[in-house]
């Protein structure tokens, strides 16, 4: 099996790294009833941590890694493509060399989180693209939510982009919650 390069921002890693893990969070609180008994309140997601080690090998290993360390230092969120993961926005929380490295030989380790922060600024700028847009097409489309879908594949499925999933629907408060039988407006 090929698999797609990783990238993130303008950076493509030359070679996939060679471990990655992810963890998904899940914040719940427990409220305390009486007679000892307690019940349980879903807070939310919490943010997904993607991390991962990797080598540079060969002449030009150490240049190759100066490059993803300028990428590092860019300030903000960028997409983050992996060859397993969904793509996300995700901001790179760090960068770590993990013995001294060689002209011929760097091996590193990385941390991305994704960023949840759809109601910044983005959502502006994308809805102000969407009326643009909206100007060359009749009607809008409309999808109504069926078990298993997510707004993340809704996007992938109807060629949106996710910020401008959520830029369509401002009625859903949690983009990580959608309900069945839900209208989700996806053009």
Not at 24 to 48: E, I, S, W
Not at 65 to 81: I, K, M, N, S, T
Not at 88 to 98: G, K, T, W
Not at 139 to 145: F, L, T
Request: include cysteine; proline fraction near 6%.
């Amino acid at each position: 099996m090929i698999l797609t390069p990783m990238r993130y921002k303008s950076y493509t890693w030359p070679h996939n790294p060679r471990v990655y893990s992810i963890d998904f969070q899940r914040a719940v609180a427990a409220h305390k009833t009486p007679f000892g008994r307690y019940q349980l309140q879903d807070l939310g997601m919490g943010q997904r941590v993607m991390e991962g080690e990797g080598e540079f090998m060969g002449p030009g290993a150490y240049v190759e890694f100066q490059r993803l360390a300028c990428v590092f230092y860019e300030d903000g969120p960028g997409l983050l493509v992996h060859p397993l993961w969904q793509a996300a926005e995700a901001y790179f929380v760090s960068l770590r060399v993990e013995q001294a490295p060689r002209p011929d030989y760097v091996r590193y380790s990385f941390a991305f989180w994704e960023d949840y922060g759809l109601y910044s600024g983005l959502a502006v700028r994308v809805a102000a693209q969407r009326d643009k847009k909206e100007s060359t097409r009749a009607a809008a489309a409309v999808h109504r939510v069926a078990e298993g879908d997510t707004l993340w594949g809704l996007a992938r499925q109807y060629g949106v982009s996710l910020a401008e999933l959520v830029a369509l629907n401002p009625q859903i408060k949690n983009p990580n919650l959608i309900r069945v039988g839900e209208e989700v407006r996806v053009g």
